[in-house]
């Protein structure tokens, strides 16, 4: 069936160095795409959303990167602080699919200080 | 001043139990949803209420019932706990039934069914 999915469970940076998480996504119909993030203890947070229409979004300190021929997603992280450390979802709405979002399995973010 | 928040954060019961997790935002939104994350940190939707109207319900099981009093509120009833009911259930908002709109969650609801 679709999924989505990520290719490493865990993830260690050094502070201050850029931090890229990948995700690979096999439903082709997806129209819409968001990273979220989840600090320990607490609900998931948005970060940034691209619309499939586009190959690239930023915010702040953040770069969503989207690359349809390949079905993946990529959030980068610049000058990664202790405060990124979390775990980070990728997640999908399909075409028709209004809000129901597909998640993809965590990865997690660990910054060393 | 919380956004979506959830009573109790943590609950834990035993096997065949009946309880019931409370969600309100105070956002004045006319979506909420309700998740469950399981050990391995995988999120899957199970409920969707628009306008209190229920739009999502995905193939979970009938001793799971939701209940929207309103459209600031989406409770969750389980029925006769069991142990694969364990996991943490979010609840969330968003401004409208639209794919491009927000998710906003709650801190999460710990369940552990012993």
């Known amino acids: 069936g679709e999924s989505v999915g990520l290719h490493l469970p865990t993830l260690s940076v050094q502070e201050g160095d850029n931090s890229i998480i990948n995700c690979a996504y096999s439903?082709?119909?997806?129209?819409?795409f968001i990273w979220y993030k989840q600090e320990s203890g607490k609900g998931p947070q948005f970060i940034i959303d691209i619309r499939s229409n586009m190959d690239k979004r930023q915010g702040q300190r953040v770069t969503v990167l989207l690359n349809k021929t390949v079905k993946h997603l990529s959030l980068q992280i610049a000058a990664t602080q202790p405060g990124d450390s979390a775990v980070y979802f990728c997640a999908e709405v399909p075409t028709g699919a209004n809000s129901k979002l597909t998640f993809g399995k965590g990865i997690t973010l660990s910054v060393r200080p | 001043d919380t956004a979506v928040s959830q009573t109790p954060k943590y609950l834990v019961t035993q096997m065949g139990n009946d309880k019931s997790i409370k969600c309100e935002q105070n956002?004045?939104?006319?979506?909420m949803y309700w998740y469950k994350q399981d050990s391995k940190k995988f999120l899957k939707i199970m409920f969707s209420?628009?306008?209190?109207?229920?739009?999502i319900n995905e193939t979970v099981p009938n001793r799971f019932s939701p209940k929207s009093p309103d459209k600031a509120h989406l409770n969750l009833h389980i029925n006769s706990l069991e142990l694969g009911d364990s996991a943490v259930y979010f609840c969330?908002?968003?401004?409208?039934?639209?794919?491009?709109?927000?998710?906003?969650f709650g801190p999460g609801t710990r369940l552990l069914v012993l």
């Open positions: 209420y628009n306008n209190k109207e229920l739009i």
């Open positions: 969330a908002s968003s401004r409208r039934l639209a794919f491009q709109e927000t998710q906003y």
């Open positions: 956002l004045g939104h006319d979506t």
């Open positions: 439903n082709s119909a997806s129209d819409y």
